[in-house]
């Protein structure tokens, strides 16, 4: 079924999972520039009780065609995919409509996507303690507001963006 959302994220074009039975959104560390992780001491597991391996925490930009939208989550070299949780679906004003296959997010709507490979590593991930006030815990687990980090980069995938879709790509 369509459960995947085309994106750019850091000049590379990926199929992000939206899966609103996933506690925490997981982006893979080859998507994000070392520079744009901070330090973290959460632990994360998989639905199975798999521990995951955490590099740290991020805050990244995503465009879908014209729209960015900023993706707060854990890195890790242990997932093959971008995974945007339950909370990126509420912090986006998401609403997913299974029958046409869209996701619409604040009010845009996008058109998502079947899997494009079997691969995938990790799928459903849960936070390892309970947490109650989501910005708040947010803050406490590493997980800032988004702010733009690196402006001279996000004008270079703003270039690469711009000629890719005048060459048709």
């Given amino acids: 079924s369509r459960a995947y959302l085309r994106m750019r994220i850091n000049g590379h074009w990926v199929s992000c999972l939206v899966d609103s039975g996933c506690e925490l959104t997981l ?85 998502l996507v079947a899997r494009e490979r079997e691969d995938a590593w990790v799928r459903r991930v849960l936070i390892e303690e309970d947490i109650d006030n989501h910005d708040r815990d947010f803050e406490r687990i590493g997980l800032r507001q988004c702010a733009s980090r690196d402006k001279a980069q996000e004008d270079e995938h703003e270039q690469q963006d711009r000629y890719a879709f005048s060459h048709g790509e």
């Fill in 27 to 111: 982006l893979p560390a080859r998507l994000v520039n070392p520079n744009q992780i901070e330090e973290t001491r959460m632990k994360v597991r998989a639905a199975n009780g798999t521990a995951i391996p955490v590099i740290g925490t991020t805050c990244v930009r995503g465009k879908i065609g014209s729209d960015k939208v900023n993706i707060r989550g854990i890195v890790s070299d242990q997932v093959a995919e971008p995974m945007l949780s339950i909370e990126w679906l509420k912090e986006h004003k998401a609403v997913w409509d299974f029958d046409e296959g869209t996701l619409r997010l604040r009010g845009r709507m996008h058109k």
